[in-house]
């Protein structure tokens, strides 16, 4: 039960996100853009991010050649123009926002390793150049296979795609610096705060929570908000067009002499890695156990952690010495297509949600596409 002064303090409020990831407290800061006296609060169920902002591998990437080469195929050349131009726009509101050096922000290009039977891939440069170029303003994928060699993989890895554009960042200070922005712009921000219910109550939004402790239960009164809970989003809205995506991720001990710097994909960008200093990071394989990794249970798949652990001795590293210091895991959301959802829900309920494993790249957009709506600035 609450106290007077809690109740006055504590349930009312202008707009109410759920969900600390990118997505959210990018949405909370553009709506402190629009609306500069707005009351705002952040509500997170557990003490930091939950999802996947702060477990990601820290690509700042829109798509490798095989990747996008695959959404032309589901979704027509526009939308998938449209959705790489979501992506570097969202790139450019993140470093705006946040800072370079705040992100630790790095340029040093992206790569794509190409095996015998994906070496056809190299056909398709000439056609994405053409489709992006409006984007980018200038050719962005390049054969350099000629640097194989250079960089010390198993001669499996037939051919290289690059990609100047791609960069890499520390997800982890990213969202420190974004929650550091939400606390000096009156944004509040509330952890361990397991939101149960939201419903529309004719007069605004009622949002019903519940905290660590059986007794910690309270409601909060909201004119508008916004759910950016992405993999976790059918647990409040059954009916989203959405399934949850555990991926599983790997660093390295220090590695003395790492052979390359920057961002690599493999396998329709299914395999990522990255040096982190002279550390590698690397994650995927969720297409090896589809169905089974469609959880918000976080955990490690046995069978994908030993396929990672394969590539990384017989492919990525191979003739290396290394030791494996820890691995992790986030949740993700995915859909038919990769077309984020950013919609009304219901009256003064709204959603920005299934950043497709995108949701560095995507997730400031979203949260600009959103606070429109939420503010009414969307011309609706």
């Known amino acids: 039960m609450l106290s007077y002064w809690e109740k006055e303090s504590f349930t009312s409020y202008d707009y109410a996100i759920v969900g600390a990831g990118i997505s959210g407290l990018s949405t909370a800061l553009s709506i402190r853009e629009k609306d500069p006296y707005a009351r705002i609060i952040v509500l997170e169920r557990g003490l930091g991010p939950s999802g996947a902002s702060s477990r990601n591998a820290g690509f700042a990437c829109f798509g490798s050649v095989s990747e996008l080469m695959e959404d032309i195929h589901s979704m027509g050349e526009e939308s998938m123009i449209e959705l790489v131009s979501q992506r570097w726009n969202g790139l450019r509101k993140l470093r705006e926002r946040v800072g370079d050096d705040n992100l630790q922000f790095e340029n040093h290009g992206g790569y794509e390793l190409l095996r015998e039977k994906e070496i056809g891939q190299l056909e398709n440069l000439e056609k994405l150049n053409i489709l992006l170029k409006p984007v980018f303003d200038q050719e962005i994928f ?49 952890t361990g705060a397991r939101v149960k219910r939201i419903e529309s109550t004719g007069n605004g939004v009622k949002i019903r929570i519940r905290g660590a402790l059986e007794t910690d239960k309270m409601g909060i009164q909201a004119k508008c908000v916004g759910v950016c809970t992405n993999g976790f989003t059918r647990h409040l809205f059954p009916e989203i067009k959405l399934k949850p995506g555990r991926g599983l991720v790997l660093v390295t001990e220090p590695i003395d002499d790492l052979p390359f710097k920057g961002t690599f994909h493999m396998d329709r960008g299914f395999y990522y890695f990255r040096n982190a200093g002279n550390r590698l ?68 309920i709204f959603v920005g949600v299934r950043l497709g494993g995108m949701g560095v790249a995507i997730g400031s957009n979203i949260g600009e596409k959103l606070a429109d709506l939420m503010t009414g600035n969307a011309g609706m």
């Open 142 to 190: 390049k054969d350099h296979s000629h640097r194989l060699s250079q960089m010390g993989f198993s001669k499996k890895i037939r051919a290289l795609i690059y990609n100047p554009l791609e960069s890499q960042l520390h997800p982890g200070e990213m969202m420190r610096h974004l929650w550091r922005l939400a606390g000096e712009r009156n944004i509040e921000i509330l």
């Open 281 to 348: 990071i690397f994650g995927g394989g969720r297409n090896l156990q589809m169905q089974e990794e469609e959880t918000t249970d976080f955990g490690i798949n046995r069978a994908i952690r030993e396929t990672l652990e394969g590539y990384l001795k017989n492919i990525i590293l191979p003739r290396r010495e290394f030791k494996i210091e820890k691995f992790w895991s986030g949740i993700m959301a995915f859909g038919d297509n990769k077309t984020p959802i950013v919609q009304q829900q219901a009256p003064g």
